[in-house]
């Protein structure tokens, strides 16, 4: 018997696409739709090893659009909504701030509204998390961690947009009672990555010769995580966590870019059987992106101690992980960097 029926929005993308696969495996019990509109960051490659499990099902559809979200909220009455769908990218955000707006703030508060409609009469048991960013608490100097009770201070116009979201999420808490979580997270890494970002595109550029673009200085720290270890967290949290509380999640893995993409040549190089040194070669110091926040890392020991949950590998071997990913899917990579994503690629590097 079907115990619970959940959606997950965002589920063709990167994170979410692992959230799908975890939730459809770990709980046959439950049923499990996937909202997603298929934007260039959505694939449906990420899933095919789950399209035909049955408790899974599909659907196409946007968060902006509120007569779909009711028709689709009347249609399988859900018990939870974990809610990924975004713009994600930073630098697609500074030069189109507008869209991050709409998807992430407006399609966060038509997704909100259309939980509070289902569950105005009973929300025993029902349960809305957002899924945001560490982004939204600014930017670190060399010292401290981002706790849950670290002001939000957004920089940059995608983690405005996450900020405005989570504002609205408890919002709807305080005011509506809609039973809430929210997560924070450090910055993720591993299979089905979009090559928009650090780590994916570096692989790439290694594999096609192709300069290793490196933002100011390379000094710019991030907190890495393992995407399936992000996925875990979201599972204990959405089970676990207590209604109305944030949770931080992180790597408790710190790295300048520049070290990262030293370390990223040097397995490619590897594994590619090239000589020591010989990706290396081709990093090249960029033009910064504007507003760029220095340093970003969480402080994890809430999750750690109210949920037992911590990462589960360690860096070196997530990296290698990841690069032999790439290079074993090549027909996936191939088909996520056609068309809409060379524009974007010339656009921003040329
Ligand atoms: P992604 O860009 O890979 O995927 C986003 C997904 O949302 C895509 O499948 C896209 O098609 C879908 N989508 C976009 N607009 C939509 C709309 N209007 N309606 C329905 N679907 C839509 O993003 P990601 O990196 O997997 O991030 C997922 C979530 O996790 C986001 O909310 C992001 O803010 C958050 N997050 C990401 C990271 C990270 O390191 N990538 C870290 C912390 C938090
Ligand atoms: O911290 C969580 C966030 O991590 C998520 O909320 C975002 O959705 C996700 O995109 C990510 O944001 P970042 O801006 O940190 O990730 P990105 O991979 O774009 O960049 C990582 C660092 O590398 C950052 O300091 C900018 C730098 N960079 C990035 C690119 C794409 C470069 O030096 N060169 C590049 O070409």
């Given amino acids: 018997m079907t115990k619970s029926t959940l959606l997950i929005t965002g589920g063709a993308g990167f994170i979410g696409s692992h959230v799908v696969r975890l939730f459809v495996n770990k709980y046959p019990e439950y049923r499990i739709v996937n909202l997603d509109a298929l934007t260039y960051a959505g694939n449906l490659e990420n899933l095919r090893d789950v399209e035909y499990a049955p408790n899974y099902t599909f659907e196409k559809g946007d968060i902006t659009d509120t007569p779909f979200l009711q028709t689709l909220f009347e249609k399988y009455r859900f018990d939870g909504v974990i809610h990924l769908a975004a713009e994600s990218h930073v630098d697609r955000s500074i030069s189109n701030p507008e869209s991050f707006v709409e998807t992430n703030v407006l399609g966060t508060v038509k997704l909100l509204n259309a939980a509070r409609n289902l569950w ?74 979009f090559p928009e970002k650090l780590i994916p595109l570096i692989i790439n550029n290694i594999r096609e010769g192709k300069p290793l673009p490196v933002y100011g200085d390379g000094k710019y720290t991030r907190d890495w995580l393992w995407v399936k270890d992000h996925a875990s967290a979201i599972d204990a949290i959405f089970h676990k966590g207590r209604t109305g509380e944030t949770y931080n999640i992180g790597g408790n893995n710190e790295w300048k870019n520049i070290d990262l993409v030293e370390k990223l040549c040097d397995i490619m190089d590897e594994l590619l059987g090239k000589p020591p040194g010989a990706s290396r070669q081709l990093i090249t110091f960029v033009k910064d992106r504007p507003g760029h926040d220095r340093r970003y890392a969480i402080d994890a020991t809430k999750i750690k101690t109210e949920l037992g949950w911590e990462p589960s590998i360690r860096a070196e071997e997530g990296f290698r992980e990841t690069a032999k990913w790439y290079l074993e899917n090549e027909a996936w990579l191939q088909h996520v960097v056609s068309g809409e994503y060379q524009r974007f690629y010339e656009q921003q590097y040329r």
């Fill in 120 to 193: 105005k009469n009973d929300r025993e048991g029902k349960r809305f998390y957002q899924v945001s960013t560490d982004e939204v608490y600014g930017s670190l100097g060399e010292e401290g961690y981002f706790t849950e009770e670290t002001r939000y201070d957004p920089r940059s116009p995608y983690s405005a947009s996450k900020a405005a979201s989570d504002h609205f999420v408890r919002a709807y808490f305080h005011t509506y009672n809609l039973p809430v979580v929210l997560s924070n997270c450090s910055n993720n890494y591993g299979p089905n990555h």
